[in-house]
């Protein structure tokens, strides 16, 4: 889809269909709608009269022109309430309308700058969010759909109706490398195990860094082995592909120094090993290295942004499977900080991958730690799959993430890390043990993981909840939501910026 700026008035735009927008409790279209209800007759002023257009948030109204405008349809769409409107409103509401108009058979679009000047909603903050809305939410996985229906549809040319080209344009380039980065990580996700495997995934990020010019290395099980990596060998043993440890980088400024490290979940499958899961839903598992996906599809975004900043992402990519080989509840391993642990659920693997991965980069010296991870079913049912779990050893570190996460509109809430939760990992044969009681699982699980990182500042987010959708919403479409890519970016621009 090309995305675009103009000048022109959208009353002269020649377009499949043009949207304008309508508030709660207004009694009268306002701005473009106004333009366009007039030359349409009163049309949108009557809907309103008649409370068929009530301006709720993502309504939508669909009106022909016939004839009256070049554009051949317009949609009212609602924004709600003007005190309530919000950036991320904003992005829901403009993903609606443009997957309602795909449906349609619409292919071109032209829109008012939404929200723009409302709640001291910024013109390019409005636009960046459409641009992000429009992308999200039209995003399709359709690659194994071998019957190429030509009815399905697509949106071909979004334009966005501004006074200022220049800063429109602006917008729209960032809110593109923001959606296309978390499209990235949910095509990772999306793919299915039998693709997405340890050794596609490293090749993946190999194809991604050449594009951006990024730096890549893969370490394979015999580095692995050198630098005593024993949780994800351990994970990796059962399974027939080769584990990969993967490393991006994005330099933003001279010096070989890492100011912020990404570590994300690489287990491109997750049977739980011996300790196997039950059948239901077990295809989902699929997705368990979200974390990692959002980690790699992160740095995209930063090597098109630029920010002075050094930020490395480090994968343990990996299957969780049961075989002969695999390990078995009660063997101890001992990880790459050293510490042994006695792996009593094989199902609990993510910690253990990341017990490595996070001890690299402690050992790396890395300045600050941002851990991603699909790590606990717990921390679904606690949260839901609304907000993603948020835990840390550095409480201001976490406001920023929290702060990034709200403007992405991917939101996160902390849990806390009392020490009392630290006893239920405790081990009568290791220094640790894989899993706590049946209760605070998400917790002691971020406890486990808190043993690797020294004492670099760090965030845990446990996305097991908001890592996939199922339905459509909004601008995230049923499956992978890329979560937390745009907050990570966001995250990163703000160290910048002070
Ligand atoms: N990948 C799962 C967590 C998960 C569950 C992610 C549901 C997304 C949706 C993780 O590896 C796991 O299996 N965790 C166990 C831990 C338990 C054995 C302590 C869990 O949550 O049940
Ligand atoms: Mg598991
Ligand atoms: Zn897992």
Redesign the pocket.
């Known amino acids: 889809m090309e995305i675009k700026a103009t000048t022109d008035n959208i009353t002269g735009i020649k377009t499949g269909a043009i949207i304008v927008n309508h508030f709660e409790g207004v009694k009268q279209p306002e701005g473009a709608a106004a333009d366009i209800d007039k030359i349409l007759g009163g049309a949108i002023s009557n809907l309103i009269k008649q409370k068929d257009i009530k301006g709720k948030i993502n309504e939508i109204t669909l009106l022909h022109s016939m004839g009256k405008l070049p554009a051949s349809k317009v949609v009212v769409l609602g924004l709600g309430n003007k005190k309530e409107l919000t950036i991320n409103k904003v992005r829901g509401a403009i993903a609606e309308a443009c997957r309602y108009l795909r449906g349609k058979g619409v292919s071109s679009i032209a829109s008012v700058i939404a929200g723009e000047g409302i709640n001291k909603i910024k013109t390019e903050d409005a636009v960046q969010a459409m641009t992000e809305g429009a992308m999200l939410g039209l995003y399709t996985f359709r690659r194994y759909i071998t019957k190429k229906e030509n009815n399905f549809g697509e949106i071909k040319e979004l334009t966005i109706v501004g006074k200022e080209k220049k800063q429109v344009e602006k917008a729209i380039a960032r809110g593109k490398i923001m959606a296309e980065a978390a499209n990235y990580a949910r095509d990772m996700v999306n793919e299915p195990g039998n693709f997405m495997t340890p050794t596609q995934m490293a090749n993946t990020t190999r194809q991604l860094a050449k594009k951006y010019g990024l730096k890549v290395e893969i370490l394979d099980r015999a580095k692995m082995k050198e630098l005593g990596m024993g949780g994800l060998l351990g994970v990796s043993q059962g399974s027939q592909q080769p584990p990969k440890f993967i490393i991006l980088t994005y330099k933003g400024r001279e010096s070989s120094e890492i100011d912020l490290a990404l570590v994300g ?1 690489g ?1 491109t499958f ?1 049977s ?1 090993g011996i ?1 196997i ?1 039950p059948s239901e ?1 077990m295809a ?2 699929k ?2 290295m979200a974390g990692g996906a959002a980690a790699l599809a992160t740095l995209t975004a930063l090597a098109q942004l630029k920010p002075k900043i050094n930020v490395t992402a480090f994968v343990p990519a990996t299957e ?1 499977l049961p075989s002969g080989t695999a390990m078995k509840p009660g063997d101890i391993i001992s990880a790459m900080n050293g510490k042994t642990i006695e792996v009593l ?1 094989t ?5 253990l991958i990341l017990a490595d991965a996070l001890s690299y980069a402690a050992k790396r010296k890395a300045k600050a730690i941002i851990d991603v ?8 049912i606690a949260l839901g799959k609304i907000c993603s779990g948020a835990f840390t050893n550095n409480q201001i570190m976490l406001d920023k993430v929290v702060a990034a996460a709200n403007d992405a509109g991917e939101s996160a809430w902390q849990l806390p890390m009392f020490e009392e939760y630290r006893e239920f990992i405790k081990s009568d044969v290791a220094d640790i043990k ?3 009681n049946r209760y605070g ?2 917790i ?2 971020a406890k486990f993981l808190e043993e690797f990182v020294d004492k670099t500042p760090w965030v845990h987010l446990d ?3 908001t ?2 959708t199922d339905k459509d919403k909004g601008y995230l479409v049923k499956g992978a939501t890329g979560v937390p890519v745009r907050t990570l970016v966001n995250f990163v621009l703000a160290q910048v910026k002070k």
């Open positions: 979940k287990i997750d739980g300790s899961k839903n989902d598992m997705g368990d969780n659920n199902d609990a693997e993510g910690r991870a699909t790590l606990t079913g717990a921390c679904q894989n899993i706590g699982g998400a002691t699980a996305i097991a909840g890592a996939d």
